[in-house]
């Protein structure tokens, strides 16, 4: 029977299997409430996650067969680490097979994807359980150590010697889920930056629907899933596979943050909505490859969409997170345009609304494309229709370099009610008819 509320507190060992475990079911328009772990740097230094993330495990939502959308919106993002640390990586290639996310490797007795222990602090703490060989995938370039305040506004990167400190306590400091695998990334104490001050902003990296092969998590786009094109290990796609397969749940887009509502494609039958790799902050492009990875509690509301059809995500952010120009116009500025209409004898005005979709690529031009595309789909629109509305009433916004954007414009009412889209935006933004 299917449940109103479904509580999550289990992980996957980094693989999205659309022939795995799932939870729930929970009702159509239901509550699933997560206890997230740390994305990133945690799962990237503990090769035995095949996926580079450590995600929730997939809820079954009552009614979705493929074909359909699941709106996800997010209702509450609350951190609950203390203390984090990231950086920009660099790649150890003895330490993995083909893909340091996927296929970490033990470069002294060879075994991949091994159980590892912790031993000391520093970056050289993670060891094979098998040969206590140093085996970490990553290191890196330059790190910092960041605690946050008791209320979570502020935060502020650590000396040496605090760094060690709280890497005394690492996984308390992380506040990482009892079910979570990862070795703390705390205990590495990074702290290149130190006395550095920062605003939290909490968002989402992962949030999305299970794809149809099995994908390892942090993979599932266009950028990053470009690596398992031809690879040499388990997870090898073509890359027709990868554009049939994936969901594009793995954005790291900050905007996809609480008040938000994320419309995400149904590829599996019940839709398998997941959720993680949280983070404190982050501005736009997560340019040096990784943020503040927290753990958090979640709270998402489910809405099956019927019969939509979408490739990809569809992201309708909070109002303040819209480009300027893809604003809703307000009543003062339709009738400045009305009166101009008069001057020049344009009776019929448009009515629009707000809309983001988001594009996945191997680099950014790609993306921008697909997600073009996918908007000129959706809407029955042209693609030069979208670039014009695009360029005259909303922005090309990245959300994670390499090759991961939102094509946010002020779309056709028309468009957007056949489409099925209309009436989620107009509760959302408060329109009037």
């Known amino acids: 029977m299917a449940k109103q509320t479904v509580f999550v507190k289990e992980f996957t060992d980094g693989i999205l299997d659309p022939n795995g475990k799932m939870l729930g079911p929970v009702k159509d328009g239901g509550t699933i409430i997560a206890n997230t772990a740390p994305g990133c740097w945690g799962p990237m230094i503990t090769p035995e996650l095949k996926g580079g993330h450590e995600v929730t495990v ?17 209702q509450s993002i609350t951190p609950t680490s203390s203390v984090v640390a990231s950086g920009n990586d660099i790649t150890i290639d003895n330490n993995f097979n083909g893909d340091p996310f996927v296929a970490g490797k033990c470069p002294h007795c060879g075994i991949i994807n091994p159980a590892t222990e912790l031993k000391g602090i520093g970056e050289d703490s993670v060891r094979c359980k098998n040969c206590n060989e140093d085996i970490s995938p990553f290191k890196f370039t330059n790190g910092y150590t960041m605690a946050f305040d008791e209320n979570k506004q502020v935060g502020i990167t650590l000396s040496k010697e605090a760094a060690y400190e709280a890497a005394k306590n690492a996984r308390d400091n992380m506040c990482i889920p009892d079910n979570s695998i990862q070795n703390p990334i705390v205990n590495f104490a990074p702290h290149h930056m130190a006395g550095n001050i920062s605003r939290l902003r909490p968002f989402l990296g992962q949030l999305g629907t299970t794809p149809s092969k099995a994908i390892p998590d942090s993979h599932n786009a266009g950028d990053f899933g470009s690596f398992l094109i031809g690879a040499p290990h388990d997870y090898s796609f073509t890359e027709e596979e990868l554009k049939k397969h994936k969901t594009d749940g793995h954005m790291d887009i900050n905007r996809v943050r609480a008040g938000a509502i994320l419309i995400a494609p149904v590829k599996v039958k019940g839709g398998g909505v997941y959720v993680g790799d949280a983070h404190a902050m982050q501005g736009d492009g997560e340019i040096a490859g990784h943020t503040a990875d927290i753990a958090a509690l979640v709270t998402l509301k489910v809405k099956v969409l019927k019969n939509l059809n979408i490739d990809g995500p569809i992201l309708i952010p909070l109002e303040e997170d819209l480009p300027y120009l893809a604003k809703t116009i307000s009543k003062r500025e339709y009738k400045i345009a009305l009166d101009l209409g008069k001057k020049w004898g344009v009776e019929n005005f448009e009515k629009t609304a707000p809309i983001s979709f988001i594009g996945t690529g191997v680099n950014l031009n790609q993306a921008i494309e697909n ?45 957007l009610k056949k489409a099925g889209l209309y009436h989620i935006i107009k509760e959302h933004y408060g329109l009037y008819d």
């Open 371 to 415: 997600g073009l595309q996918r908007a000129a789909d959706v809407l029955d629109l042209s693609v030069p229709e979208v670039m014009n509305r695009a360029t005259i009433n909303g922005a090309i916004e990245i959300g994670r370099a390499p090759g991961t954007v939102t094509v946010t414009f002020l779309a056709p009412v028309d468009s």
């Open 58 to 74: 997939p809820v079954y939502v009552e009614g979705a067969e493929v074909g359909d959308a699941i709106a996800i919106y997010i």
